[in-house]
């Protein structure tokens, strides 16, 4: 609970103007799916769609981190294909 809170607090500083609800969905998304094993995502996504009816989360800015990776790919001579780029951003 007090990674979620410390998640939440970091998040509120870097976007001061959003929603409670918003703040407080990433921060729950944030802290706590990279500790699920990948059947268990849907359960937790369930769950967190049934605590925050509509609240929906605006889409993450990756263009700064998307430039980044694909200069360190062609330095390493791999290709930034669309899947591997999502595998970096999402895994």
Not at 5 to 18: D, S, Y
């Amino acid at each position: 609970m007090i990674s979620v809170l410390r998640a939440a607090g970091a998040v509120k500083q870097t976007f001061p103007e959003e929603e409670e609800a918003v703040l407080m969905l990433k921060s729950l998304k944030d802290v706590n799916l990279p500790k699920f094993l990948a059947h268990d995502i849907p359960l937790f996504e369930g769950i967190l769609l049934d605590l925050f009816p509509g609240v929906v989360l605006p889409a993450p800015d990756y263009r700064v981190m998307r430039e980044a990776i694909i200069v360190v790919c062609k330095r390493f001579n791999l290709q930034p294909t669309p899947i591997f780029l999502e595998k970096v951003f999402f895994q």
